[in-house]
């Protein structure tokens, strides 16, 4: 036949392109005849229940065109932790168990979720990394999305077997084993094992969630594809100098709390639990991203403002006295490089502006916005990976002293400052790209 005739890597190329079309339109078939959400089967992943014990859930939409149908945005839904010990009346940094599990961040009803949703919706808005937007979204926009609804108050973590009981309500610590339940699903169902690219990402407590499990997706992802990590605004530190003068607690004490009501030392990185157990340490530090990150071996590419809204708020306690601001932000600072940004496979996009996660495609660092550094980052990863060889080190960092006026939008005005960067001296006031 005339495709015999071809040569080999003429034939292997229009395979490749006869297998995406096809992927995506079966994809798209099951999208359109079917719904949006898809809840877990908990005849089969009996463990993966929400807070109130419903089951756990996802979002999928189909990628748009074939040429995307292999590639994967898996996106963790943020929105906070819970403990046992707040009490039901804070609404600050983390809230009660029995509170959250009658909100849409502890069940997967009906009433919280819609069966069809528009491509990137959570309950917090349309997600950047999953909007079909080719302008504010330039390289995920038309790739298969998933969102993870969260509804386990733990950054998918937990792996409690013991169902507490609390005012007669029953509650279930069980988000690692939704997460384990969702990539078996993608993995069966979805195509997910099909992929050739994956981009882990998530926002707020989703982020965290990207710090804590990337390597887990990693694992479970067929190794023929390259993933890398996206987290926006995960990088909460480990706190405990202050707190809001409205709750009881650290913030500190309270993720710590959090996982050990959730049993969640089987749910984070293996290799920092086992680190921290040979010393006789405390494994609840790796539930921490700064304490997390040295043992990560994928990829990632860290969003992050030095002065994140939410923290300033919900750790710190102040976000209007410029002293107290600023040590926090060098704190922040130096958490990021001494145990993030170490090496080639770390990458980052490191902003002065007070907000917490989103807007990626107005922050700009020497007229390079967000939505633009990640994929030249990615481009690099993924060609390093190809290659076999060690992939350029690339930062943006806008590094400004609070309050900043000009930090926040297009309008930031980029300031080259030579010979200096971040490691020597993080204390200074500077905007630049660091590539090595």
Same mark, same amino acid.
């Given at each position: 036949?005339?495709?015999?005739?071809?040569?080999?890597?003429?034939?292997?190329?229009?395979?490749?392109?006869?297998?995406?079309?096809?992927?995506?339109?079966?994809?798209?078939?099951?999208?359109?005849?079917?719904?949006?959400?898809?809840?877990?089967?908990?005849?089969?992943?009996?463990?993966?229940?929400?807070?109130?014990?419903?089951?756990?859930?996802?979002?999928?939409?189909?990628?748009? /065109?074939? #040429?995307?149908?292999?590639?994967?945005?898996?996106?963790?839904?943020?929105?906070?932790?819970?403990?046992?010990?707040?009490?039901?009346?804070?609404?600050?940094?983390?809230?009660?168990?029995?509170?959250?599990?009658?909100?849409?961040?502890?069940?997967?009803?009906?009433?919280?979720?819609?069966?069809?949703?528009?491509?990137?919706?959570?309950?917090?808005?349309?997600?950047?990394?999953?909007?079909?937007?080719?302008?504010?979204?330039?390289?995920?926009?038309?790739?298969?999305?998933?969102?993870?609804?969260?509804?386990?108050?733990?950054?998918?973590?937990?792996?409690?077997?013991?169902?507490?009981?609390?005012?007669?309500?029953?509650?279930?610590?069980?988000?690692?084993?939704?997460?384990?339940?969702?990539?078996?699903?993608?993995?069966?169902?979805?195509?997910?094992?099909?992929?050739?690219?994956?981009?882990?990402?998530?926002?707020?407590?989703?982020?965290?969630?990207?710090?804590?499990?990337?390597?887990?997706?990693?694992?479970?992802?067929?190794?023929?594809?390259?993933?890398?990590?996206?987290?926006?605004?995960?990088?909460?530190?480990?706190?405990?100098?202050?707190?809001?003068?409205?709750?009881?607690?650290?913030?500190?004490?309270?993720?710590?709390?959090?996982?050990?009501?959730? /049993?969640?030392?089987?749910?984070?990185?293996?290799?920092?639990?086992?680190?921290?157990?040979?010393?006789?340490?405390?494994?609840?530090?790796?539930?921490?991203?700064?304490?997390?990150?040295?043992?990560?071996?994928?990829?990632?590419?860290?969003?992050?403002?030095?002065?994140?809204?939410?923290?300033?708020?919900?750790?710190?306690?102040? /976000?209007?006295?410029?002293?107290?601001?600023?040590?926090?932000?060098?704190?922040?600072?130096?958490?990021?490089?001494?145990?993030?940004?170490?090496?080639?496979?770390?990458?980052?996009?490191?902003?002065?502006?007070?907000?917490?996660?989103?807007?990626?495609?107005?922050?700009?660092?020497?007229?390079?916005?967000?939505?633009?550094?990640?994929?030249?980052?990615?481009?690099?990863?993924? #060609?390093?990976?190809?290659?076999?060889?060690?992939?350029?080190?690339?930062?943006?960092?806008?590094?400004?002293?609070?309050? $900043?006026?000009? $930090? $926040?939008?297009?309008?930031?005005?980029?300031?080259?400052?030579?010979?200096?960067?971040?490691?020597? /001296?993080?204390?200074?006031?500077?905007?630049?790209?660091?590539?090595?």
């Amino acid at each position: 036949s005339s495709f015999s005739g071809l040569p080999r890597t003429a034939r292997a190329e229009m395979l490749r392109t006869w297998h995406a079309v096809l992927l995506t339109s079966v994809l798209q078939a099951r999208a359109d005849v079917g719904t949006t959400l898809h809840l877990l089967d908990l005849d089969r992943y009996p463990l993966a229940t929400c807070l109130d014990g419903s089951p756990g859930a996802f979002y999928f939409w189909p990628a748009s /065109n074939s #040429a995307a149908g292999r590639h994967w945005v898996i996106h963790h839904v943020g929105g906070g932790w819970c403990a046992m010990d707040p009490p039901d009346s804070q609404g600050l940094m983390v809230d009660s168990c029995l509170h959250r599990s009658t909100t849409s961040l502890g069940s997967s009803a009906a009433q919280f979720y819609p069966r069809n949703a528009t491509a990137g919706w959570t309950i917090w808005g349309y997600e950047q990394t999953m909007v079909p937007d080719s302008v504010s979204n330039p390289m995920l926009h038309d790739w298969n999305k998933v969102a993870l609804v969260y509804c386990d108050g733990g950054s998918f973590s937990g792996r409690n077997l013991t169902v507490a009981e609390t005012q007669g309500r029953k509650l279930h610590f069980r988000g690692g084993y939704i997460l384990e339940a969702v990539m078996d699903t993608l993995l069966r169902e979805y195509g997910l094992k099909d992929a050739t690219d994956v981009v882990i990402g998530g926002a707020s407590a989703g982020g965290l969630s990207t710090y804590l499990h990337l390597d887990q997706w990693r694992a479970a992802i067929p190794s023929t594809a390259f993933v890398a990590g996206l987290p926006d605004g995960g990088f909460f530190q480990d706190w405990s100098a202050s707190k809001p003068a409205a709750t009881v607690n650290t913030y500190a004490h309270e993720l710590r709390a959090d996982f050990w009501d959730f /049993n969640a030392s089987a749910g984070v990185n293996a290799d920092c639990v086992a680190a921290r157990r040979a010393v006789a340490g405390d494994p609840a530090e790796c539930y921490f991203a700064e304490h997390t990150a040295p043992f990560i071996k994928s990829p990632i590419f860290a969003l992050q403002s030095t002065v994140d809204a939410w923290q300033l708020a919900n750790e710190l306690g102040d /976000n209007t006295d410029s002293q107290l601001v600023n040590e926090y932000r060098l704190r922040t600072t130096s958490r990021l490089q001494e145990t993030f940004l170490t090496g080639p496979l770390r990458g980052g996009f490191i902003d002065s502006c007070v907000h917490h996660c989103g807007i990626w495609d107005q922050l700009a660092v020497n007229g390079t916005i967000a939505a633009h550094a990640f994929p030249t980052w990615y481009a690099a990863q993924r #060609a390093a990976w190809a290659a076999g060889s060690t992939p350029p080190r690339m930062e943006w960092w806008q590094a400004r002293e609070f309050p $900043c006026t000009t $930090c $926040c939008g297009h309008a930031a005005a980029s300031q080259s400052v030579a010979d200096i960067a971040p490691a020597s /001296n993080p204390g200074a006031s500077f905007e630049q790209f660091l590539f090595a």
